[in-house]
């Protein structure tokens, strides 16, 4: 984010995952992203979310309400250069606040390193590696992304990401998703995903709106 900026980022989540046997639908409306730019190499993240989860066994029960508050850093690394990556750490927190249902007990911290790397004029590829802490068990997991603009304002991308948490399967799915400039400072997108194994959902879908201020 360039200094002076903030961006906000709202959306849409809908999942369908099979837990312990069990059939869970969860929603998340909205999402919601802040990005600010603190300075020219830091970004300053806020994150948050209203969700609600139905777990559709007999009988049925729902959950809602506000998801963890998620509070971080990005910090810009340096600039890339041919196969050399442009490289940045996220640093943040799931805090103790939120719906009974939903906040951790304690803070839930995560690291990510994310690099990426430009192939051509219109072809980008991202990844990530991340560290992460749920209910006190290590998670480590990772993102492979490629996108590629097909005109002037419209981008398409494919990625593949997963996760793996102490004493559980991991977790593969992939996704394929749409991203159109419809202003210079507003953007919409779309995804569609899936599992990839038995221990990941089912699929989901995500859709948003993301703004920049100033123009």
């Known amino acids: 984010m360039p200094k002076g900026s903030l961006q906000v980022e709202a959306g849409y989540f809908l999942q369908r995952a099979k837990e312990e046997g069990v059939r869970v639908t969860t929603h998340a409306y909205p999402t919601a992203l802040l990005r600010v730019g603190l300075l020219d190499w830091l970004e300053l993240r806020v994150l948050g979310a209203l969700r609600d989860s139905v777990v559709e066994n007999d009988p049925r029960h729902t959950s809602r309400g506000f998801s963890p508050l998620n509070v971080g850093l990005k910090f810009k690394l340096w600039e890339g250069q041919g196969w050399w990556p442009e490289a940045a750490i996220i640093g943040r927190a799931a805090l103790p ?67 793996k948490q102490k004493g559980e399967k991991a977790e593969h799915q992939a996704d394929i998703g749409i991203l159109y400039l419809l202003l210079s400072n507003l953007q919409l997108d779309f995804s569609a995903g899936m599992g990839l194994n038995k221990a990941a959902p089912d699929f989901f879908l995500t859709s948003g709106v993301s703004l920049r201020l100033p123009r």
């Not at 951790?104 to 072809?123: T, Y």
């Not at 991340?130 to 590629?148: F, I, N, Q």
């Open 97 to 163: 606040v939120g719906s009974r249902a939903y906040r951790p007990d304690n803070p839930e911290p995560e690291i990510r390193l994310a690099l990426s790397n430009e192939l051509s004029d219109k072809v980008e590829l991202a990844y990530n590696l991340t560290h992460s802490w749920v209910e006190g068990d290590p998670r480590k997991g990772y993102t492979l992304a490629l996108s590629g603009d097909v005109a002037e304002k419209l981008t398409f991308y494919g990625e593949v990401f997963g996760s």
